[in-house]
């Protein structure tokens, strides 16, 4: 047997005379001593720990970033320093305000150089009311000059401190596939009855078409009816006698029809014909009367 050989034989052998006791506390030395390295490990790999870096592991440089704060522009930023420092955004130290966000501009021109240049804008204009301040106000100066500086600036921000909360307010109500979501339910067509729309145009236009057929169906019956002139003539002469002067329209009060009308019309133009009444109106669009003939005693 070789010596390595019987080395390994000899560790897997029991010990004579050895306490049976000892291999189990060794067992359970081990099974404590696991939870304290899964404690030390860095990370695991393959589900085992980790407990030392490799030495041949690359990151990128790029593979760890710092994020700050995300800002909307260069407004949403000032806004955001003047808030933080609980100045007045009325009378804003214009020192330290530019202070801290030029060092957040040095921050982004790191990273996105093109989105640093909208920032350094305000950056420049900030500089500019900063100078401005600096400088001792004549009184040979336009009104506009003598104002502050600031003024232009503070009402920006307003400006924009408001559009933003209403943003906020706005994106504050429920809105369709992130708050909630529209129920849908699935229904075989062919077990639905699916009835056509009917609207009020179309049920009038309907009713027409019957109408339409009604009126041309329709059975006309003509009877013959025998009218009198001489009645009628002598029930001229009897309403007449009764009152002394009767108003035109009035002759036909009692009378219905249009062939009847007709008829007494002709009776009382016969009855003047034949000087029996007389026809008279006092003036022009006055009103017609008529009366009996007056015949000398």
């Known amino acids: 047997m070789l010596p390595d050989e019987a080395a390994a034989a ?61 800002f909307e522009g260069p407004l949403d930023l000032l806004l955001y320093l003047i808030r933080k420092q609980n100045f007045n955004i009325l009378d804003i130290p214009m020192a330290q305000v530019t202070l801290q966000y030029l060092k957040y501009v040095d921050q982004i021109r790191l990273h996105n150089l093109e989105l640093a240049a909208e920032y350094l804008l305000m950056a420049a204009m900030l500089i500019e009311i900063k100078s401005r301040m600096l400088l001792p106000q004549r009184k040979s100066d336009h009104d506009d000059d003598a104002g502050d500086p600031r003024a232009e600036l503070v009402r920006r921000l307003l400006d924009y401190e408001q559009i933003k909360l209403a943003a906020y307010d706005l994106n504050a109500l429920p809105q369709l596939d992130r708050d909630f979501i529209r129920p849908q339910l699935f229904i075989e067509q062919s077990n639905v009855p699916v009835w056509p729309e009917v609207d009020a145009g179309d049920l009038q236009r309907a009713w027409l078409d019957v109408l339409k057929r009604a009126k041309l169906t329709a059975h006309h019956k003509i009877s013959r009816q025998e009218l009198s002139v001489r009645e009628h003539m002598s029930a001229i002469l009897r309403q007449l006698q009764a009152a002394r002067f009767v108003e035109f329209g009035d002759l036909f009060h009692d009378q219905h029809g249009v062939p009847i009308v007709v008829v007494h019309f002709v009776a009382m133009l016969e009855l003047a014909k034949e000087t029996l009444i007389e026809i008279t109106q006092a003036e022009p669009f006055a009103p017609i009367y008529v009366r009996l003939a007056y015949s000398p005693a």
Do not use: H, K, W
């Open 10 to 70: 000899a560790l897997d052998e029991p010990v004579a005379g050895a306490d049976p006791s000892a291999a189990v506390l060794a067992d359970a030395g081990s099974a404590e001593a696991a939870p304290a390295a899964d404690a030390a490990a860095i990370a695991r790999l393959y589900g085992e720990p980790l407990l030392r870096m490799p030495a041949d592991l690359y990151i990128p440089p790029d593979a760890l970033e710092i994020f700050l704060d995300a």
